[in-house]
């Protein structure tokens, strides 16, 4: 006894001979139109890009990666331990802001972590074997070799933040304006009358760290004062809380505070209103960011802010555009500014 299925029929996917049958042309014709070719007439161009659409072709990625050279892919890659990377509001903004960044470029975005030399190792092979078109460098330390290494492998390659050590040939970044954004949070707590300040500085191997302290410590000295206490944290909560810590113990007196980053601003808050200091009565408090977070602290956090989509965005223009074959452009620098909130 014979039995008839219910089940529709698989459907065949199109293929790219089907679209070129339909558009009436060879099927080199198409894959010079899904390629991006110059060559093709227009009315050619049309034919095929109307078959597409009619059948729904999707081309097929590893086949297209074999003519272009290309695997269409980005990396994003953040010098960081992974639990930093997923737990720092500013690293998850960058992250969300490079995958707003290629919505349409026809990329797509590939995230890695590479904390330690192995992960150094296997994230410059990895990207040497094709897998990826360019890199997005971010949060990148001293002692760095990625820069080095990706640039010298001819990789198209642009840093979010200014590097410490210079760039060879082919290397480029966006930053923003950490010096000006630590003389902003100098000056406005010296208008609101604070007279003994201390700084949470962030990691000494990092140019954002090094140029927010000396921006402060620049517009402290013009105002004929000093900075009375001084600890380093590593961007973090925990590293802001250790750091008001040790800087209490050594001036109890002090009315000021500026913190390299909000996390480490929310953290010396902590530790302020645990020792009786009332933020801003007795000690005023600012952040630098400007990460969502500092809005819910208590109190909302006064904070300079820096335009880390406007960043990611020049970045990821910037490097798609050199896997495009265009040449290297000269660094940019985006200005920061004061946002003023309940704590200073």
Do not use: C, W
């Amino acid at each position: 006894m014979t039995s008839t299925s219910s089940r529709s029929p698989r459907r065949t996917l199109p293929t790219l001979a089907t679209v070129a049958a339909v558009a009436g042309v060879s099927p080199a014709t198409v894959s010079r139109v899904i390629n991006g070719s110059t060559t093709v007439a227009p009315q050619i161009r049309a034919a095929v890009e109307d078959a597409i659409s009619t059948l729904g072709y999707v081309p097929n990625r590893a086949a297209r990666s074999l003519v272009t050279r290309r695997s269409d892919s980005i990396a994003l890659v953040v010098r960081e331990q992974v639990e930093f990377g997923v737990a720092d509001a500013y690293l998850s903004s960058t992250i969300v802001a490079a995958s707003q960044s290629l919505v349409g470029t026809g990329f797509q975005l590939v995230v890695m972590m590479a904390d330690n030399d192995a992960d150094h190792a296997q994230l410059a092979n990895y990207v040497r074997a094709g897998h990826v078109d360019g890199v997005i460098l971010v949060s990148v330390h001293a002692d760095d070799p990625l820069p080095q290494q990706l640039l010298r492998a001819k990789i198209p390659t642009v840093l979010s933040g200014r590097p410490v050590n210079p760039l060879p040939a082919g290397g480029s970044y966006v930053d923003v304006d950490n010096m000006g954004g630590g003389r902003l949070a100098a000056q406005r707590l010296i208008e609101a009358g604070r007279r003994r300040l201390a700084t949470i500085a962030g990691p000494a191997d990092m140019t954002a760290a090094t140029d927010r302290l000396a921006g402060f410590r620049a517009a402290v000295q013009e105002a004929g004062l000093q900075v009375e206490a001084m600890a380093v944290g590593d961007f973090h909560r925990a590293s802001g809380e250790t750091a008001m810590q040790q800087i209490l113990e050594r001036e109890p007196e002090i009315d000021g505070v500026f913190a390299a980053s909000d996390l480490m601003a929310a953290g010396a808050m902590r530790v302020l209103r645990s020792a009786g200091r009332v933020v801003p009565d007795d000690v005023g408090v600012i952040g630098f960011d400007d990460v969502e977070l500092a809005q819910h602290t208590e109190p909302p956090l006064t904070t300079i802010h820096q335009p880390v989509a406007d960043v990611i965005r020049i970045v990821t223009q910037m490097l798609i555009r050199q896997i495009g074959g265009g040449p290297v452009e000269e660094p940019v620098v985006l200005p920061t500014t004061l946002v003023v909130r309940a704590s200073a």
